[in-house]
């Protein structure tokens, strides 16, 4: 059969050469006096000196091409997790995201199988696809070229992927997954992964995210809204009194897992996080956002606080500030407690969970 890939007989437009950030996205203008504060050539060599010194950490705990890994984390489970809430180096990132994900075991387990679905089989959601490419994250330099290698990527690891699950398909913001992994991997370490995180390889399934009705959605904004008015009493009765659901504001959150509008370091730094201990983390930094920016929020009208809970001041979304404050609250217990609530209320049988901090 004739191979089915996103048509790339039409060059796309040639760009302009534009100033890039360390992760290949277009400056802002507005970003470039600060991008541009010139540092001591003695702070630069200490920063590079720190950061050569955890990669060689990193790689001493993972092992050549991780063979070392899993016995890494059964022996140190709480350094892992302390590492990797400091960040993975970005130049092993990709490795990692596969082994703390599962997806490297999937991928040898399943060889061929990803050639297979790309080239010979065809999708219903192809179309779809092919329209959402350009909205993927425009400003990247991989993804800007219209038909070019970074959008046929993704069309082919979204198209295989709505093969391989026809009951998921394809649905509007699986492209940010898709996208944000294949900024660190290969076309088919990226398919793994996303097979990995939809159908649970390691924490509890998330295809429910892209299913008809969004099922998994409504279960997070319902287990979100009563943490939110658990935790921040005073800004819950604000939001009931300006009639703010979550909603309205936080299901690309879910969707997304913060890839969709947020600063891209820190939408790394929580897919470290995420990839290890699970969506649990999308719950901590929502808090954590809406608890940093409370005493701002509790004072403005519905149209200010709808425009304020999409477009957060740029000092809530530093990493090192808005993740400590994430890691200290504890939700793990009451997330649980929330879910069989939420599935005896929607009459589904209540399965137990493991329970961790």
Known sequence: MEKKRLDDSEPGPVHSPKALDRFGFVKQEANNTSDGLVKSRSAYEYERYLEERRVRKWRKMIGAGGSDWKHYVRRKPHVVERRIR??????????VWQLISGSRDLLLMNPGVYEQLVIYETSASELDIIRDISRTFPS????????????????????AYSVYDRDVGYV??????????LLYM????????????????????????????????????????????????????HFTQEMINPSMYASQWFITVFSYSFPFPLALRIWDVFLYEGVKIVFKVGLALLKYCHDDLVKLP????????????????????????????????????????YEKKNGKVVQPAAISV
């Open 86 to 95: 400091k960040g993975i180096p970005d130049c092993l990132r990709g490795l």
């Open 140 to 159: 990247h330099v991989f993804f800007q070229q219209r038909h070019g290698p970074g959008q046929r990527s993704l069309y082919n690891v979204l198209k």
């Open 172 to 181: 509007q913001g699986m492209g940010f997954l898709a996208g944000l992994l």
């Open 186 to 237: 290969s076309e088919e370490d990226a398919f793994w992964l996303l097979v990995a995180l939809l159908k649970g390889a390691v924490h509890a399934p998330m295809e429910g995210l892209y299913l008809v009705g969004l099922p998994l959605v409504q279960q997070y904004l319902f287990q979100f809204d009563y943490l939110m008015r658990e935790h921040l009493p005073k800004l819950g009765e």
């Open 302 to 341: 519905f149209e200010k606080l709808i425009h304020a809970l999409r477009n957060f001041p740029e000092d809530a979304m530093d990493p090192d500030t808005l993740l400590p404050l994430a890691y200290s609250i504890k939700v793990s217990r009451r997330l649980e407690e929330l879910r069989q609530e």
